[in-house]
């Protein structure tokens, strides 16, 4: 799967009234986001509430966004569970509603147990059973299990894992899992709150695939140079040279949110 450009987490609106996550906003969103050049959107990331999404909210919202989405607008949906199955289950459920890859977390609730090996059986089970491509979830902030380098990059040996999404924020572990995944997958970048000018982040990590940014609803403009910084292989003198990581800083609300956060 191209990992290459802006993939955009978006946030989950929920109708204050019911607490049920609104469909028509959500579709409106989708709409709206799809003015700008990205490349994907995430549905049921961190940013769009997944770990308070009931199963059915979840497809419901995969459902949608993959009929409200442009042509060739690749849609990827949040599926990790703290089971195996579990998490196979939504896979499966997510690639059926128009997923066409899957963000997956490790399993954190029994934290002692998670040992390198217990993570490396439980993500190739996954890749084994799912329909669509995986991609490796690392996110300590909330789920404080770490996807070592090392780990990762024998992970992405497996045909059907597409690459790992590092939201660490750490600049060190990143360039840890560019050297460890080398040309097998694609590591994904994120960052809050860099603004999109400053280059410095840009010449310290290369082997980045553009990424997703902090929050959801871009401004106009503010997205273009995101598009054009990070995402694809630049030709350079006569070769192609490896891609640059754009940071950006995080975008405004989104166009339409009756409820920012689930009440």
């Known amino acids: 799967m191209n990992l290459d450009g802006i993939f955009l987490p978006v946030t989950t609106p929920f109708d204050p009234a019911t607490g049920d996550p609104d469909l028509g906003a959500f579709a409106d969103n989708i709409h709206a986001w799809c003015a700008h050049p990205i490349a994907g959107v995430v549905v049921g990331g961190s940013t769009g509430e997944q770990a308070l999404l009931d199963e059915d909210e979840l497809l419901a919202l995969v459902a949608r966004a993959a009929r409200s989405r442009s042509d060739g607008m690749a849609l990827i949906a949040g599926t990790g569970a703290e089971s195996t199955r579990a998490t196979i289950r939504l896979c499966e459920l997510a690639a059926r509603e128009g997923a066409d890859a899957v963000l997956v977390k490790p399993p954190a609730y029994y934290r002692g147990r998670m040992s390198p090996?217990?993570?490396?059986?439980?993500?190739?089970?996954?890749?084994?059973?799912?329909?669509?491509?995986?991609?490796?979830?690392?996110?300590?902030?909330?789920?404080?299990?770490?996807?070592?380098?090392?780990?990762?990059?024998?992970?992405?040996?497996?045909?059907?894992?597409?690459?790992?999404?590092?939201?660490?924020?750490?600049?060190?572990?990143?360039?840890?899992?560019?050297?460890?995944?080398?040309?097998?997958?694609?590591?994904?970048?994120?960052?809050?709150?860099?603004?999109?000018?400053?280059?410095?982040?840009?010449?310290?990590?290369?082997?980045?695939?553009?990424?997703?940014?902090?929050?959801?609803?871009?401004?106009?403009?503010?997205?273009?140079?995101?598009?054009q910084e990070g995402g694809g292989r630049h030709g350079s003198a006569g070769r192609q040279a490896r891609p640059r990581l754009a940071w950006t800083r995080g975008w405004s609300a989104p166009p339409s949110t009756p409820s920012a956060h689930r009440p």
Do not use: M, W
């Not at 799912?130 to 991609?135: A, E, F, G, K, R």
């Not at 310290?204 to 106009?220: E, K």
């Open 117 to 227: 090996e217990a993570i490396r059986t439980y993500f190739l089970a996954v890749a084994d059973a799912s329909p669509v491509p995986v991609i490796l979830y690392h996110v300590p902030k909330f789920v404080p299990v770490e996807i070592v380098p090392e780990l990762a990059g024998d992970l992405v040996q497996h045909d059907n894992v597409a690459g790992i999404k590092d939201s660490s924020a750490d600049i060190h572990n990143l360039g840890a899992l560019c050297e460890s995944v080398g040309e097998r997958g694609t590591v994904v970048g994120h960052h809050r709150g860099r603004p999109a000018g400053d280059r410095r982040f840009v010449r310290a990590v290369p082997d980045v695939h553009g990424g997703p940014i902090g929050r959801s609803g871009p401004t106009p403009g503010a997205d273009r140079t995101v598009a």
